[in-house]
């Protein structure tokens, strides 16, 4: 019988990428997620809530593996715990955990909840994988969109973000193989400031807009002007450029080219959009 893995938040941005390559790895997949979903072959979901720490034992028991993606702009370490705690009780044999580049190091409070959630992975009894991650360009996208409305940009903020695809693939590597403790950070082939981001979105869009600088307050300044929230050395750079992605989205269609704006209106996974900007 094949070895099943549980994904928490397996129904989210990265969670859809993932399950399918676990799945073509030949292992089960067990989907935890609030709402539950539709099985297919070697895919069963299961209802449970990370936070609440609802639905974890029946969720946790037989999986040999557990990969956590699941998260929420507040209460992210509380939901580590109720994980860590359910995969001790499960015998678990390996955990997961998809952290944020800079986890500690930015005074924002997502960044400093992934922190915590790092300690109490690493302090546990579970044999663990833990992989910091740069900004997603699909929840970075809204982001920018707005900014580009707004003609306004973070000054002193650099980011280097990274596709999707390129994380999942990251993800289901480390899944599928034993415990490694603290691996590589994960960040995509640039790093570009906020200003960057906004100007090359514009031009995707055919439009040649001023972008003025917004300054942050003190500590979030010093943070971001010295680097703490990029990636670390060694440093694992993956996928295609910013404007690999933007030539690629729907920001190029008809609909949105007489309509920029109307991305703003798309559902953007507020948790971790945020959780992604502090990274």
């Known amino acids: 019988m094949n070895e099943t893995i549980l994904v928490t938040g397996g129904t989210g941005v990265i969670g859809r990428r993932v399950v399918p390559l676990l799945g073509a790895a030949g292992r089960e997949v067990r989907v935890l997620s609030r709402r539950g979903g539709t099985d297919a072959p070697g895919v069963h979901h299961v209802v449970g809530d990370t936070l609440r720490g609802e639905g974890l034992d029946a969720a946790f028991g037989g999986a040999s593996t557990v990969l956590h993606l699941a998260g929420a702009a507040k209460g992210d370490d509380v939901a580590a715990r109720h994980v860590i705690e359910a995969a001790e009780r499960a015998g678990t044999g390996h955990l997961v955990l998809i952290s944020v580049t800079g986890a500690g190091a930015v005074p924002i409070g997502y960044v400093r909840m992934k922190a915590a959630s790092e300690r109490i992975v690493h302090e546990s009894a579970v044999p663990y994988t833990i992989i910091r991650v740069a900004q997603l360009h699909s929840l970075l996208l809204p982001v920018v969109a707005k900014l580009a409305v707004m003609r306004l940009a973070p000054a002193d ?30 960040a995509g082939p640039e790093i570009l400031s906020f200003a960057d981001l906004v100007k090359q979105y514009n031009a995707t869009l055919g439009r040649h807009r001023r972008v003025l600088g917004m300054p942050l ?13 990029l990636a670390g050395d060694p440093v694992d750079r993956r996928g295609g450029t910013w404007r690999d992605f933007l ?19 798309r559902p953007s996974g507020r948790g971790q959009v945020e959780g992604n900007l502090g990274g």
């Not at 030539?247 to 209106?265: I, Y």
């Open 217 to 229: 307050p003190g500590a979030l300044r010093r943070a971001y002007r010295s680097g703490a929230n």
């Open 157 to 186: 903020v650099r980011l280097e973000p990274i596709d999707g695809d390129a994380v999942a693939a990251r993800l289901a590597e480390l899944t599928l193989n034993p415990p490694a403790g603290r691996v590589a950070d994960l």
């Open 247 to 265: 030539a690629g989205s729907e920001v190029c269609t008809n609909r949105h080219a007489s309509d920029p704006e109307s991305v703003l209106d």
